[in-house]
């Protein structure tokens, strides 16, 4: 669905996941999120944001993060001001990816593993990575700037058995069914 206003402006993206069972290695799970220019929205991202790492503007970064899954429901959020976002970023990916430190997991492995995506009060996304549980990692939306209407996102969970590394390289090329044959291929925004 769509808006009537201004678009997207402040989101939040929501990471839970339940730690590992005593004496097994800690399960580490990340939200990214990767830039994209106006005029290469497709191309090589502009910058990455991660745990470590935020926007050199300020408008995307890390507001709560968890190396374990300890903490009672969503224990990590990365905030992406939108509205702020310079003109010259026409399109930004947002994923999660699954730390192989311990060996390799994917998200089937994962417990009561979790994504939301919220505007103020209203959430936009939630997806609990059952549709992608042989993936190692997932692009989870995407937001593109629409012109004078401003920010929109569609639902973009889509697999990948990428390490985390080489996949922020990749996930913002990872390919999209039609534009119509899934619900989340209409627009979501909220003034």
Same mark, same amino acid.
């Given at each position: 669905?769509?808006?009537?206003?201004?678009?997207?402006?402040?989101?939040?993206?929501?990471?839970?996941?339940?730690?590992?069972?005593?004496?097994?290695?800690?399960?580490?799970?990340?939200?990214?999120?990767?830039?994209?220019?106006?005029?290469?929205?497709?191309?090589?991202?502009?910058?990455?944001?991660?745990?470590?790492?935020?926007?050199?503007?300020?408008?995307?970064?890390?507001? +709560?993060?968890?190396?374990?899954?300890?903490?009672?429901?969503?224990?990590?959020?990365?905030?992406?001001?939108?509205?702020?976002?310079?003109?010259?970023?026409?399109?930004?990916?947002?994923?999660?990816?699954?730390?192989?430190?311990?060996?390799?997991?994917?998200?089937?492995?994962?417990?009561?593993?979790?994504?939301?995506?919220?505007? +103020?009060?209203?959430?936009?996304?939630?997806?609990?990575?059952?549709?992608?549980?042989?993936?190692?990692?997932?692009?989870?939306?995407?937001?593109?700037?629409?012109?004078?209407?401003?920010?929109?996102?569609?639902?973009?969970?889509?697999?990948?058995?990428?390490?985390?590394?080489?996949?922020?390289?990749?996930?913002?090329?990872?390919? +999209?069914?039609?534009?119509?044959?899934?619900?989340?291929?209409?627009?979501?925004?909220?003034?």
């Amino acid at each position: 669905m769509s808006s009537s206003g201004g678009g997207l402006g402040k989101v939040e993206v929501r990471l839970k996941w339940d730690p590992s069972p005593l004496g097994e290695p800690a399960r580490h799970l990340d939200i990214v999120a990767a830039t994209y220019s106006a005029d290469d929205p497709h191309g090589q991202p502009v910058y990455i944001v991660h745990y470590d790492s935020r926007s050199p503007d300020g408008t995307i970064n890390m507001t +709560r993060h968890s190396q374990t899954g300890q903490g009672f429901g969503y224990v990590e959020v990365m905030v992406l001001e939108l509205d702020r976002l310079a003109a010259a970023f026409g399109r930004v990916v947002v994923g999660v990816v699954i730390h192989q430190d311990g060996g390799r997991r994917t998200f089937g492995d994962i417990h009561n593993a979790g994504v939301s995506v919220v505007q +103020r009060y209203t959430e936009l996304l939630a997806d609990d990575f059952i549709q992608v549980a042989d993936s190692t990692a997932t692009t989870v939306a995407e937001f593109v700037r629409n012109g004078s209407a401003g920010w929109e996102m569609h639902e973009m969970v889509r697999g990948s058995g990428s390490d985390p590394v080489p996949f922020t390289l990749e996930m913002g090329g990872l390919p +999209r069914p039609p534009a119509g044959d899934a619900p989340e291929d209409r627009p979501t925004g909220t003034a």
